[in-house]
């Protein structure tokens, strides 16, 4: 049981590239969400989804798209990356009240 | 009255001294208060949570004390460890419903 795993730990983008960050669990959670966490901004939801096959935005959205093909799965992409979206970004599930984190990726936007 | 407000944004504490963190909130439908821990370079991690219906809730060192007229709650970590050096973050809901979070603190715990 690997709980929430995410691919990859840390990459390096030049502006205008395109990356997707994957995100997989193996608790068959319902829910799953993506958040980025900045210096003294603590963790802002940017998309999440209830269930397989849907997606809703949530507090930072611009510039990010997400899909969730499989339950088991939710991808983020960012299309034409920007210096702005320099961040360690997180991945989670939940199962009822718990919420479930992965280990970050990090991210930098030169 | 979807925000979350924590403080302090740091802390210090020495070795064996009690850690305290302050959560406020607005939405009288929230229900569900979890605190989370994070240590350098880890995704957070849930440290304890408590629903509305009791005032407090202990687990070992830690202790979440819940006040729904005031719409606070608090985080003591008592005799606090260097180990306990991390920074913590409150959060609530409404039932199920996405996880509000506050910005964060920051806990450095000196021997």
């Known amino acids: 049981n690997a709980g929430v795993t995410q691919t990859p730990k840390f990459r390096v983008l030049k502006t205008g590239q395109s990356m997707t960050l994957l995100c997989a669990q193996d608790?068959?959670?319902?829910?799953m969400y993506w958040y980025r966490q900045d210096p003294g901004m603590g963790l802002r939801l940017i998309h999440y989804?209830?269930?397989?096959?849907?997606?809703a935005k949530g507090e930072v959205p611009d510039g990010y798209n997400v899909s969730r093909l499989k339950k088991q799965n939710f991808l983020l992409g960012l299309e034409s990356a920007a210096p702005s979206q320099t961040s360690v970004y997180f991945c989670a599930s939940r199962n009822g009240y718990e919420q479930y984190f992965g280990p970050g990726t990090r991210l930098t936007v030169t | 009255q979807q925000q979350v407000k924590q403080s302090p944004q740091s802390l210090i504490v020495q070795k064996g001294g009690i850690s305290i963190i302050n959560c406020a909130y607005e939405?009288?439908?929230?229900?569900?208060f979890p605190w989370y821990q994070q240590f350098p370079g880890k995704g957070p991690a849930l440290l304890i949570a408590i629903r509305p219906d009791v005032s407090e809730k202990k687990e070992g060192r830690f202790t979440i004390s819940f006040n729904k007229s005031a719409k606070q709650f608090s985080l003591h970590i008592m005799d606090s460890q260097p180990g306990d050096s991390a920074t913590y973050f409150c959060a609530a809901s409404r039932g199920t419903d996405k996880l509000i979070f506050g910005t964060g603190t920051r806990l450095q715990v000196f021997p």
């Open positions: 939405n009288t439908a929230f229900d569900y």
């Open positions: 989804s209830v269930g397989e096959g849907t997606t």
């Open positions: 608790m068959n959670h319902e829910y």
